[in-house]
């Protein structure tokens, strides 16, 4: 489906991609290959220092930017200089930003700069946990993995061409290719179960509970299952793909089971859950205000002052530079804005635009709520497109996608009443929907799992999130006084 989409992606006049993150990665800047420092493996740890520097400023951009708050900051700084303390390049050797994404990430960049997002820290029940995320990173950046990583890039692309020459046969390029990204990806795969190795006995060191490590990659898998739920996915945490940069989650979890065993000391060790939620408590959750909003099948953006529906089944996404739903049987709907003069005519560019490489059929012309618009049916590379565009304010086209591999009789319809939704919003509506943000509450006696997921300011699978952010179990009995995480405006 991911590659298939990409196709599709590609082949739409002006599209962008959309990234969902929601794994641990590795610190994947990009290296200069060309320095022979580097690939002699003499880099010094002032040349480390500029390569995170300037691959910095496009992380923060990449990301929306650090999430400002101060309490967060101080927490994540403390949690950090606590590890650093045991850690290789000393207390002043590490430098941990919260950027402002809902995107559940951790990554690390040589020199020392450590990133964590405001989703992992949502999904983190206790400091135990975050630190580690934390030290996961710290041990990449120890270990000098992305330095590594990108020697092991040169080394496999030289491999593959050697390979490629020996055999000299039709397809030999790219079996070559497939190849060296295999190396690299089991390479990878080596890096992150030696990181969390080396991240948990960090933790242990430093008096934390090492099996906090395992409780949070059990919540990764969780909301990861959850997610792909949403959007109509199907997500096999045992599924075994050789091009994949991270091992399965059960074997991350088996291995990390095994480290935290040996290392648990007699009192457990320090997990500080108030110390968390407290910190978190207020904290942003889901969509930037800046970027619009999702609440289950609706998205409203408030700047733009619009909004639209998907259809009932459908799943909603939200990304800086579209909105795409996925739908149970396949089909993908993608909404965003282009550029298009005033005086230009919109059915002409479709017969133009709408689709590269491909047949235009189709199209025609008429309104939605008031505005001007063209529809068009295009078909390219086994994808058949159902494109509208609708004008704005200005130059602005706002632009609606349908894309589906296996046409239904359906299809017309079910995109006509997603675009039949858009429309413009008051201001006054426009401000009435505020962001969610964690909201810290105490178990009251006769409270249970579903009834404090009724209070989940969303609308769609309330019990399920419910569960999945506290680390709670189904059926799991609640204790009057316990914290709980409940997502509330």
Same mark, same amino acid.
């Not at 049916?377 to 994808?383: H, I, L, M, Q």
């Not at 419910?466 to 799991?476: M, P, S, V, Y």
């Given at each position: 489906?991911?590659?298939?989409?990409?196709?599709?992606?590609?082949?739409?006049?002006?599209?962008?991609?959309?990234?969902?993150?929601?794994?641990?990665?590795?610190?994947?800047?990009?290296?200069?290959?060309n320095?022979?420092?580097?690939?002699?493996?003499?880099?010094s740890?002032?040349?480390?220092q500029?390569i995170?520097?300037?691959?910095?400023?496009?992380?923060?951009?990449?990301f929306?930017?650090?999430y400002e708050?101060?309490?967060?900051?101080?927490?994540?700084?403390?949690?950090?200089?606590?590890?650093?303390?045991?850690?290789?390049?000393?207390?002043?050797?590490?430098?941990?930003?919260?950027?402002?994404?809902?995107?559940?990430?951790?990554?690390?960049?040589?020199?020392?700069?450590?990133?964590?997002?405001?989703?992992?820290?949502?999904?983190?029940?206790?400091?135990?946990?975050?630190a580690?995320?934390?030290?996961?990173?710290?041990?990449?950046?120890?270990?000098?993995?992305a330095l590594?990583?990108?020697?092991?890039?040169?080394s496999a692309?030289?491999?593959?061409?050697?390979?490629?020459?020996?055999?000299?046969?039709?397809?030999?390029s790219?079996?070559?290719?497939?190849?060296?990204?295999n190396?690299?990806?089991?390479f990878s795969?080596?890096?992150?179960?030696?990181?969390?190795?080396?991240g948990?006995?960090?933790?242990?060191?430093t008096?934390?509970?090492?099996?906090?490590?395992?409780?949070?990659?059990?919540?990764?898998?969780?909301?990861?299952?959850?997610?792909?739920?949403r959007?109509?996915?199907?997500?096999?945490?045992?599924?075994?793909?050789?091009?994949?940069?991270?091992?399965t989650t059960?074997?991350?979890?088996?291995?990390?089971?095994?480290?935290a065993?040996?290392?648990?000391?007699a009192?457990?060790g320090?997990r500080d859950?108030?110390?968390?939620?407290?910190?978190?408590?207020?904290?942003?959750?889901g969509?930037?205000?800046?970027?619009?909003?999702?609440?289950?099948?609706t998205?409203l953006?408030?700047?733009?002052?619009?909004?639209?529906?998907?259809?009932?089944?459908?799943?909603?996404?939200?990304a800086?530079n579209?909105?795409?739903?996925?739908?149970?049987?396949?089909a993908?709907?993608?909404?965003?804005?282009?550029?298009?003069?005033?005086? *230009? =005519?919109?059915? /002409?560019?479709l017969? #133009?635009n %709408?689709?590269?490489? $491909?047949?235009? +059929?189709? @199209?025609?012309?008429?309104?939605?709520?008031?505005?001007?618009?063209?529809?068009?049916? *295009? =078909?390219?590379? /086994?994808?058949?497109f #159902?494109? %509208?565009?609708?004008? $704005?304010?200005? +130059?602005? @086209?706002?632009?609606?996608?349908?894309?589906?591999?296996?046409?239904?009789s359906?299809d *017309?319809?079910?995109?006509m009443?997603t675009?039949?939704?858009?429309?413009f919003?008051?201001?006054?509506?426009?401000?009435?929907?505020?962001?969610?943000?964690?909201?810290?509450?105490?178990?009251?006696?006769?409270?249970t799992?579903?009834?404090?997921?009724?209070?989940?300011?969303?609308?769609?699978?309330?019990?399920?999130?419910f569960?999945?952010?506290?680390?709670?179990?189904?059926?799991?009995?609640?204790?009057?006084?316990?914290?709980?995480?409940?997502?509330?405006?």
């Amino acid at each position: 489906m991911q590659r298939n989409a990409s196709t599709w992606r590609t082949r739409l006049a002006g599209a962008t991609g959309c990234v969902l993150a929601v794994v641990l990665v590795a610190a994947c800047a990009s290296l200069d290959p060309n320095n022979p420092g580097f690939l002699a493996g003499e880099m010094s740890e002032a040349q480390e220092q500029r390569i995170g520097a300037r691959e910095n400023p496009k992380v923060l951009a990449a990301f929306g930017g650090a999430y400002e708050p101060a309490q967060i900051s101080r927490y994540v700084n403390r949690v950090t200089t606590r590890l650093a303390e045991n850690a290789a390049s000393g207390r002043d050797g590490y430098r941990v930003t919260v950027l402002n994404s809902p995107s559940i990430n951790a990554f690390s960049l040589p020199g020392g700069f450590i990133y964590v997002t405001r989703g992992l820290l949502a999904l983190a029940n206790n400091e135990a946990e975050l630190a580690a995320v934390i030290a996961h990173e710290i041990a990449h950046i120890d270990s000098r993995h992305a330095l590594q990583r990108e020697q092991q890039v040169t080394s496999a692309a030289s491999i593959g061409r050697v390979t490629a020459d020996i055999m000299r046969g039709p397809g030999a390029s790219a079996e070559a290719l497939s190849f060296a990204r295999n190396q690299l990806a089991k390479f990878s795969r080596q890096q992150e179960l030696e990181a969390d190795a080396i991240g948990i006995r960090l933790m242990a060191k430093t008096g934390y509970d090492p099996r906090a490590a395992v409780s949070f990659l059990r919540s990764l898998s969780r909301q990861t299952q959850l997610h792909s739920r949403r959007l109509n996915r199907i997500h096999d945490p045992n599924r075994v793909d050789l091009t994949a940069t991270h091992p399965t989650t059960p074997e991350r979890i088996s291995a990390a089971e095994q480290d935290a065993r040996a290392l648990t000391p007699a009192d457990g060790g320090r997990r500080d859950a108030a110390a968390h939620l407290a910190a978190i408590d207020g904290v942003l959750y889901g969509d930037d205000p800046r970027e619009g909003f999702v609440r289950g099948r609706t998205f409203l953006h408030p700047r733009l002052g619009i909004t639209f529906s998907v259809p009932d089944g459908y799943g909603l996404q939200n990304a800086p530079n579209a909105v795409v739903g996925f739908a149970p049987d396949g089909a993908i709907v993608r909404f965003d804005g282009i550029e298009i003069s005033r005086r *230009a =005519s919109l059915v /002409r560019y479709l017969e #133009r635009n %709408a689709v590269r490489g $491909g047949e235009v +059929r189709e @199209v025609s012309e008429g309104r939605v709520n008031g505005r001007d618009a063209g529809f068009a049916v *295009a =078909s390219a590379d /086994r994808w058949i497109f #159902r494109i %509208a565009l609708i004008r $704005g304010r200005d +130059r602005m @086209v706002y632009r609606f996608i349908h894309a589906t591999q296996k046409p239904g009789s359906n299809d *017309a319809a079910a995109f006509m009443q997603t675009v039949n939704t858009f429309r413009f919003v008051s201001e006054q509506e426009a401000q009435s929907i505020r962001p969610l943000r964690i909201r810290v509450d105490q178990v009251r006696p006769g409270d249970t799992s579903v009834s404090l997921a009724r209070r989940m300011a969303q609308p769609d699978m309330q019990l399920e999130r419910f569960l999945t952010l506290n680390g709670i179990r189904a059926g799991q009995a609640l204790q009057p006084g316990q914290q709980v995480k409940l997502i509330g405006e």
